[in-house]
């Protein structure tokens, strides 16, 4: 088939070989392809400095080609070309044909070999000067198809006006685009290898849409001034193992809404909003639900369609980059939901790129999600990993984020995974670990901290994985945490029960230090236990009004005083009695109530308390900062611990009481005698509480108890932790 015909289908691999200019044996021809028009001239100056149209001449047997012959080589800046339509309508354009490769041989080298590490600087569009030209360069990955266009408002989303040039054997397809600008939008039209055309927005796209709309739109290039230098230099060199950790999760469409009649906020005002309510409530960092853009409101982001750009929904990047600056110049940490286990079947999204299985598993006992009706990566294919492993540090680079949550690890270590006998391919050993996702994950982090030390990397991993957060060298996945899926569903059974029978579950609390310092854990308490009919925190606690409330305050206070980095979803701190809504905002009116008032107090004194006491953190991943007073009282349902710091004598004694029956002259164990101070009590009556307690301070007498060689006679309230230190 002659170039021709491959441009009339949309399927030239290299029109640049055929249209733009070529030399003649005499002087050079310009040739160019408008399908849609009836006359192309060329706007040269003449003498005097008037523009001068010379005719390109149409080939009556090929339509849509036009040529001139000329005397010399035109510069692409001197290649003004005006178009008249069937239609009438004309317009002035730079011929893109006319300039010269734009990608390196070494990007090209790197892309086919998956070790881009910044892929985002050569993939998608650009706003570039190109041979003395203002432009937009275009690139993409579409290694199987066999024609793509640049398709936009600029050309009427004809996909036959503007093909792009695939370079080699890499894949990727170029097209520099002369006059274009931020803001314009486009979308790439693919012949695919299965002979259908597909319309997709670009999976590199750094800008979109609102939707429900997808075009992709060209960027913007960055005009936000960081100011956090402070903060970034102090991350890269602290251990983020050696800090106190303490994340309020949050779903920003849902926190809370404007009173102007918008849909959202701007990420600019949750930013001030946000510090704000950090401070107030004591925590370090904020862990936001994913902002990648995504077509549905009610995926809450977990349906990712758009790895690189930040949401529309808030703003534009500059947005997002001031409110993560303000976050940090007030001091605290910014962690992202990141989702590469799988990625959503929209016509416009990942899913069949160029007419293959690109992204994903052709087999779909691979490649597709039964529980989620998503996509999985092929994380076997070099090109896809590296895709993810850019995409990791395009956040931390471009938006200086600290860290990043890797959504459903557990999904894809496992290729069995929530699928029947049949449903699924073992690996090459015929086992069902999914070898390659491991070789990605243990790459992603590896990257991830070799390129930015201190950061965080957090898997939600629910299964007994070993070594999740054991270092790569040392055989693990190489996360720094992992959340422990494990005691939160031990501690809400435990917690849901009536206490009247919680004698009989004493260990689904106590089970957790058996294997608690096997990996770095983080407690969670997030989104996924308030939605889907779950219902609220406070709903799930039995009893009575006041049993529910002071139930709940146990629990957070049973979470703070339990060695691992705490994080608790949006409206735990208000007690909220329904469950969460992601079209609604959260019932701020509740404070007005003094038992939902209390929640809150009690969660910043915990938050503060963390931060202020050592032992409550500095060997949370260690048994050393660890060790029970009393873990066998099932009958009375009590427990009562030490937690220390790295100095033994800096510590706090923890005893909680999981029945509504106050218990007086309560004897337990503590290391030394003298005084002990009360720091907290969740039974306070500024917490909402009885006000049952010690009166805030208690003498311990040396008379050998609990192993201990001293003793502490306490009252312990109902429902309810203490938490004693050591006095002056």
């Not at 937009?136 to 996909?159: D, I, K, L, Q, Y």
């Not at 849409?209 to 402070?230: C, F, G, I, M, T």
């Not at 849902?254 to 600019?268: A, C, E, V």
């Amino acid at each position: 088939m002659d170039a021709y015909a491959l441009l009339c289908e949309n399927r030239h691999h290299d029109p640049y070989e055929f249209l733009g200019q070529h030399p003649l044996d005499e002087g050079w021809v310009l040739r160019v392809w408008a399908p849609e028009c009836r006359s192309v001239a060329l706007l040269q100056k003449a003498r005097g400095g008037k523009l001068k149209a010379l005719d390109l001449a149409a080939d009556k047997s090929r339509p849509g080609l036009f040529e001139i012959q000329l005397e010399a080589r035109l510069e692409p800046r001197d290649a003004h070309l005006r178009y008249t339509a069937h239609t009438g309508d004309s317009w002035e354009a730079i011929t893109p044909y006319i300039f010269d490769p734009l990608l390196g041989d070494l990007d090209l080298h790197l892309i086919g070999e998956g070790r881009h590490l910044r892929l985002w600087e050569i993939l998608g569009a650009h706003h570039v000067s190109h041979q003395g030209v203002e432009g937009v360069r275009f690139a993409v990955w579409a290694p199987t198809a066999n024609g793509v266009s640049v398709v936009g408002e600029f050309n009427h989303w004809n996909g036959r006006r503007h093909p792009m040039r695939a370079r080699g054997a890499s894949g990727v397809w170029e097209l520099f685009y002369p006059g274009l600008c931020p803001g314009d939008l486009y979308r790439f039209e693919i012949h695919g290898a299965d002979s259908q055309i597909h319309i997709k927005s670009d999976p590199m796209a750094r800008c979109s849409e609102l939707r429900p709309s997808n075009a992709s739109r060209v960027a913007a290039k960055r005009q936000h001034q960081w100011k956090d230098d402070e903060w970034i230099t102090r991350r890269r060199s602290s251990d983020p193992l050696n800090r106190p950790i303490s994340i309020y999760e949050v779903h920003m469409g849902s926190w809370r809404h404007p009173w102007d009649g918008r849909s959202f906020h701007n990420y600019r005002e949750l930013g001030g909003m946000l510090v704000e309510y950090l401070r107030e409530m004591n925590f370090t960092h904020v862990e936001l639900m994913p902002v990648m853009e995504h077509p549905l409101d009610a995926s809450w982001g977990y349906q990712v369609t758009g790895y690189f750009c930040p949401t529309s929904r808030y703003g534009s990047a500059d947005d997002l980059r001031a409110m993560v600056d303000e976050l940090h110049q007030a001091g605290f940490g910014v962690i992202l939901d990141w989702v590469p286990a799988h990625f959503p079947k929209d016509a416009h999204g990942l899913r069949r790129f160029d007419g293959s299985p690109l992204y994903e598993h052709a087999d779909p006992r691979q490649g597709e999600h039964p529980d989620w009706g998503t996509m999985v990566f092929n994380f076997g294919r070099n090109e896809v990993r590296n895709f993810l492993i850019s995409n990791a540090l395009y956040w931390v680079e471009e938006f200086h984020i600290d860290g990043l949550r890797v959504d459903a690890v557990a999904s894809m270590l496992y290729l069995d995974y929530s699928r029947k006998e049949g449903e699924w391919v073992s690996n090459r050993f015929g086992g069902r670990e999914n070898l390659e996702a491991i070789e990605f994950l243990r790459e992603y982090n590896s990257t991830l901290f070799r390129e930015h030390p201190g950061i965080l990397s957090i898997a939600e991993e629910s299964t007994s994985w070993p070594g999740v957060s054991r270092p790569v060298h040392l055989g693990g996945l190489g996360f720094n945490y992992k959340w422990n899926m494990g005691w939160m569903n031990d501690t809400l059974s435990y917690m849901q029960k009536d206490p009247v029978h919680r004698r009989f579950h004493h260990n689904l609390l106590s089970f957790s230090m058996v294997y608690a310092w096997t990996e770095n854990f983080h407690l969670v308490l997030s989104h996924d236990e308030v939605v889907h009919g779950k219902g609220s925190l406070l709903s799930k606690m039995p009893g009575d009004e006041w049993q529910r409330f002071a139930n709940l305050r146990l629990l957070y206070g049973w979470m703070w005083a339990h060695p691992g980095r705490k994080l608790l979803f949006m409206g735990g701190e208000l007690a909220q009695w329904q469950e969460w809504q992601d079209e609604g905002e959260l019932n701020w009116s509740l404070l007005q109530s003094e038992p939902h008032a209390g929640v809150q107090n009690l969660v910043r004194d915990l938050n503060r308390l963390m931060q202020q006491e050592a032992s409550l953190w500095q060997c949370d991943l260690s048994p050393e900062g660890f060790r029970w007073i009393n873990v066998h009282d099932a009958e009375n349902s009590t427990f009562a611990f030490v937690r220390m710091a790295g100095d033994p004598a800096d510590h706090l004694v923890v005893v909680a009481n999981f029945t509504p029956v106050p218990r007086t002259t309560r004897y337990i164990g503590v290391p030394h005698e003298g005084a002990y101070d009360e720091v907290l009590n969740t039974d306070a009556a500024v917490y909402g509480g009885s006000n049952l307690g010690n009166g805030g301070r208690v003498w311990a007498e040396r008379t050998a108890w609990d192993g201990f060689p001293c003793r502490l006679c306490i009252t312990l309230p109902p429902l309810a932790m203490l938490i004693f230190k050591p006095g002056h």
